[in-house]
Each structure stands twice: as structure tokens, then as C-alpha cells.
């Protein structure tokens, strides 16, 4: 079978949901075009921005992809089979990823522009509000380590292609660097030239190739420059992408939030573009060669992955479901929004977006063998072996496909990585008052900072020997991304029943609260209580991430009961919606 029967008929199901259900969503939340947003009426050009949807929808498509469409699918894939993998892909983004970025997004602008925890406080309680911030911190430091150390992996080393050419780690660092270059020009030629947007777009956009086919030829290799080896070299790497998100973080949004965003999501299309073409291209010209090969369904349970339910669900966040979104939603997406309407686009659009992007990263599972040593390798490696299998069928080489792949990765990531610091910021402040210069600082310095912990520490498996620490996090980061998307949910959940009191919110919201919840708890459970037996019998952990498991899972609970409560009592509906 033709990976083209399973792409192209599931790019249709995505298409056909957001002109359906999308519109459906638009309707029953009321978008006004005529009502003015918290981006207008705060205006101040540093947080609060109104920006054209055709830029917010790239800045906000490059923030939410990050690494999770690209690493989930392609571990969940390999561990189960694509079929379930696809299934919970495009059931998980239409009626419940989706639902939850659009609703997050229109629920933060109904508000001010304030995040969903602000949402919380106000139709729940002051306590829920404080445990919900505390919630989001912990998971904003999970996925900065993640997506850290998976991203400074990409910068060592050197990757040997099926014809004998390789791509270097340091190559892909110093095109990396220069890309993060670029948009800080542009924001500059934007804002002071007054360049107007398809121009910049133009001038910039193929700078980003040229940063990519460069950067083979003047490698940055850090652990040759230093003279250490791969591991430090890739420690090393961490510590100074942790210092670019403290530095990032602080920069006003039209520097380089705004710019980056825009140019990422374009390059972010150029390669969804790229691999459907070369998908078509290797279909009608070279037979064979985008033939599924991989097994459809594997097993229930897998020694690496655990069991199918819940695993499957809290592994494939991104690119079904993901917390993740509801934080850039409310955070700084919101803050950006020039009309209502555009929320349908940017929040449901995205999503399904996404979910093509997580199908395309399957689709690199898909081609291999079983037995291929390829399943063994980082998921971020499969994904560019892949892209660059596909671009090379319209005629791009190898090596230029492989590295575009690996820029597309790192374009995710540095999105999402100094987003995640700045939101840590917000909270910071919203947790201390502290809202000044020194507030600023010492909440970016803290979300970065803490990090900075797990990464220099060496993580081992059950059996004793050292592992990534991306490996390590994963499925922690999974379980608490998804529990967050189900209390973001359950925030939104109380807040439209106690202002519309209609039925649909139970099935638009309720349900997929109660499937989230279920399904991350559970497999929450799985990984962190294990962690507190050995064959003795009761132990402590020396390692803190079971223990951050035992608080997300008290924090998750207190919350569930203050929801309960509310939602109990009999009252009337507040200040309806519109």
C-alpha cells in the first residue's frame, strides 16, 4: 500500500473537519468581527500587539509545533504501529485537541487577554488558580528540558546517509545560528525601514535556505572547538540554549517573537509542502519507494513503551492534544489577535495543521522496515532521514534534504523554547505581584534556570545504564502535557456552563475533559508510583522526577474537586457571553 492513500485522504478529513466543525465551533462561541480585542484596546507594542492573522497564524503555528508532532508520532508509531498512532492523531485533533486551542484562545481574549489559570480563578476559586499556576511552571520546566537537550543533540555528532554522504551536527548548529540572526534583521527592517510584510517575507524567506546549505560548509562543531567530547559537547550545547531562552524571553515581541514566528511558520510550510510533493513525486517515479512497510499494529504492550491505553495517548501529545497550546493560546497568542474570527484559523486551523505535520513524521515510520536499525535511532533523526527520502525525489541532494529537516526540527523547538520562558515569566509575576524589570528578570532567570538541574544530571533506565534525558522526560513531559490540557479543559468546561448553561457544552468540552483526564492520570499513575517500591518494599526516590509526578497528580486532584464543587452549586448563570 502507498503512504499516498493513507496522506491524502487524511488531509482531506482535517480539511473537511475545520470547514465543518470549525465553523460549527465559530457559532456556538459567538465570534464577532466587530468587537474589539484586548490586543487593541491594551495596545502597548511590547506584550499587546494586534498583528494580520496571516502573521500571528505563522508565529502561532511555529510555537505550538515545537518538537511533539515530529518525536511523538514517530516513538508511538514505532512502538505500536502507525494505525493506532493515525486514529489518535486525526480523532484526538479534530474533537479534542482542536476544540481545546480554539476554546483556550477565545476563552483568554473574553477575558482581557489574561491566561487560562486567570480563567480559572475567576469562575472557580483563588485556590485553583494558585494550583493551576503551579501546574503550569512545573510542566513549562519538563518541556524546556525535553525540548532542550532532543534540540542540542542535533547540534553533535554526524549523521551517515544511505549513500554514503553525511550531515554534521555542527553544520546543523551554525545554520541554526544564523537563522536566529535573520529574524532579529527583520524585525529591525519591519519596524524602522517600515518593510512591509510580503517584502520582508521575500528578502528573508530564502535566506533561511541559504542558512541551511551554508552552514555544511562552516560547521560550528563545539566539541571539536573545545575539545571535549560528544556528551559534554551536548551538555555544553544546553547550558547556552538555556541562555539564549533567558536572553529571548526578554526581548520585545516585534524583535524577534513576531518576525521568528512568521518566517517559521512559512519555512514550516515550505516543508509540509516539500515532503507531500516528494511523497507524490517518489509515488509515480520511483515504484516501491513509498510503500508502507512498517507493521500496521505491533503489540498492546511494548518493554520500552508499556501498555497501548493509556501510553498512546499521553505519547503523541502534540499533534492531537497537547496542554502545550492552551499556554501560547492564552500567553501570548491572545495578546496578538486582531478580530474574533481570526481565532477559528489560528486556534482550530493550527491544530489540524499540526496533525498533518504529526501524519507526515508518521509517514517516515511508515516507509521503514520492522527489523530497520532506523527504528533505534532519535526520533529527530528519523524524521530528517526520512524528509530528506522525500525531498530527494524532486531533485533536492541528500544532504541538503537531511539538513533542511533538521532546521525544520530546531525552527519547532526554538519557538517553543523561549515561549515556555516567557510564559514562566508571566506566571512568576502573576504569582509574586512582582511586575517590574526585576520581577521580569528573576522569573525568566527562574524558568530557565531550573532546567539547568536536570540537564546536567545523568539519567539511567531500570536496568542501570545512562540514557538521554529527553528519553528520560518524554513520557513525563506526555502525561503532565495531557493532564494539563484536561484541567485547561475542565477550567473552560465550568466557565461556559456557569455563563451559558446550554447542553452542548458537556459534549463539546465535558467529554473530551473527562477523556484527557482519564487517560493522563492514569498513565501518570503508571510511571511515578512504580518509583516508590523496590523489592524491599516501600522506598524514597532520590531521583525528583517521581516526586513531581506525586505533586502534578495532587495538584490535578484538588483541582478535579474544586471544579466538582462549582459546578454542584446551585446557582444561576453569570454574565451571559455576548
Not at 544564523?178 to 534583521?185: A, K, R, S, T
Not at 531533485?395 to 526554538?414: E, N, W
Not at 502573576?430 to 517590574?436: D, F, I, P, S, V
Not at 505533586?551 to 471544579?563: C, G, H, I, P, T
Request: glycine share 8%; aromatic share 12%.
Amino acid at each position: 500500500m502507498s503512504l499516498l492513500t493513507v496522506l491524502l485522504p487524511s488531509g482531506l478529513v482535517l480539511l473537511v473537519a475545520y470547514l465543518l466543525y470549525g465553523t460549527l465551533l465559530a457559532r456556538l462561541f459567538k465570534l464577532d468581527r466587530n468587537t474589539p480585542t484586548p490586543a487593541v484596546t491594551l495596545r502597548d507594542d511590547i506584550d499587546y500587539s494586534p498583528i494580520p492573522p496571516q502573521l500571528l497564524l505563522g508565529q502561532h503555528f511555529s510555537a505550538i509545533a515545537a518538537a511533539g508532532p515530529i518525536v511523538g508520532p514517530i516513538l508511538a508509531g514505532v512502538a505500536f504501529g502507525w494505525l493506532p498512532a493515525l486514529l489518535w492523531i486525526l480523532i484526538g485533533s479534530i474533537f479534542i485537541g482542536g476544540v481545546h486551542d480554539f476554546a483556550s484562545l477565545v476563552a483568554s481574549i473574553r477575558h482581557k487577554a489574561r491566561s487560562i489559570a486567570e480563567v480559572v480563578r475567576e469562575h472557580m476559586s483563588h485556590r485553583s488558580y494558585l494550583l493551576f499556576l503551579l501546574f503550569v511552571w512545573i510542566a513549562l520546566v519538563y518541556i524546556v528540558v525535553a525540548f532542550t537537550d532532543v534540540t542540542a543533540s542535533s547540534f553533535i555528532g554526524r549523521q551517515i546517509l544511505e549513500n554514503g554522504q553525511s550531515v554534521s551536527g555542527g553544520g546543523i548548529a551554525t545554520s541554526s545560528l544564523l537563522y536566529l540572526l535573520l529574524p532579529i534583521v527583520m524585525g529591525l527592517c519591519m519596524r524602522y525601514l517600515r518593510m512591509p510584510l510580503w517584502l520582508a517575507t521575500v528578502f528573508f524567506l530564502p535566506l533561511v535556505g541559504l542558512a541551511i546549505w551554508i552552514g555544511q560548509f562552516i560547521p560550528f562543531d563545539l566539541g571539536q572547538v573545545l575539545g571535549t567530547s560528544d556528551v559534554t559537547a551536548q551538555k555544553i550545547w544546553g547550558v547556552l540554549l538555556l541562555g539564549y531562552c533567558l536572553v529571548a524571553a526578554m526581548m520585545p515581541m516585534w524583535l524577534l517573537l513576531q518576525p521568528r514566528g512568521h518566517l517559521g511558520g512559512c519555512f514550516l510550510y515550505v516543508a509540509i509542502a516539500g515532503a507531500v510533493i516528494g511523497l507524490v513525486a517518489s509515488d509515480r517515479l520511483v515504484a516501491g519507494d513509498s510503500v508502507i512497510r512498517y507493521p500496521a499494529f505491533t503489540n498492546w504492550q511494548t518493554t520500552q513503551a508499556g501498555n497501548l491505553i493509556p501510553m498512546l495517548f499521553i505519547t503523541i501529545a502534540c499533534g492531537a492534544c497537547s496542554g502545550f497550546h492552551s499556554l501560547i493560546a492564552s500567553g501570548t497568542t491572545s495578546k496578538q489577535l486582531r478580530t474574533e474570527t481570526d481565532a477559528r484559523p489560528i486556534g482550530y486551523g493550527t491544530m489540524l495543521l499540526e496533525a498533518f505535520v504529526a501524519i507526515i513524521s508518521l509517514a517516515c515510520v511508515m516507509v521503514l522496515s520492522a527489523d530497520s536499525p532506523l527504528t533505534h535511532q532519535p526520533p529527530n533523526f528519523v524524521y530528517a532521514l526520512g524528509m530528506g527520502r522525500f525531498l530527494e525525489m524532486i531533485g533536492v541532494p541528500a544532504t541538503i534534504g537531511v539538513s533542511f529537516a533538521l532546521m525544520a526540527f530546531t525552527t519547532f523547538v526554538y519557538d517553543t523554547l523561549d515561549v515556555c520562558t516567557r510564559l514562566g515569566r508571566y506566571i512568576f509575576q502573576e504569582l509574586t505581584g512582582l511586575n517590574g524589570k526585576v520581577g521580569a528578570w528573576l522569573g525568566t532567570a527562574l524558568t530557565a534556570g531550573v532546567p539547568l538541574i536536570f540537564l546536567l544530571r545523568t539519567h539511567f533506565d531500570s536496568l542501570g545504564k545512562p540514557v538521554p534525558v529527553w528519553k528520560t522526560f518524554w513520557s513525563l513531559f506526555g502525561a503532565s502535557n495531557q493532564l494539563l490540557a484536561a484541567l485547561t479543559l475542565l477550567g473552560i468546561t465550568v466557565w461556559l456552563w456557569r455563563t451559558r448553561r446550554e447542553a452542548w457544552v458537556w459534549v463539546v468540552t465535558g467529554l473530551p475533559t473527562v477523556f484527557m483526564y482519564c487517560m493522563s492520570t492514569w498513565a501518570l499513575c503508571n510511571m511515578t508510583l512504580p518509583k516508590f517500591h523496590s523489592e524491599n518494599g516501600f522506598v524514597l526516590p532520590a531521583d525528583p522526577v517521581p516526586w513531581a509526578g506525586v505533586v502534578l497528580l495532587s495538584l490535578a486532584a484538588v483541582m478535579l474537586f474544586e471544579a466538582i464543587r462549582v459546578v454542584a452549586t446551585p446557582q444561576g448563570p453569570q454574565k451571559h457571553l455576548r
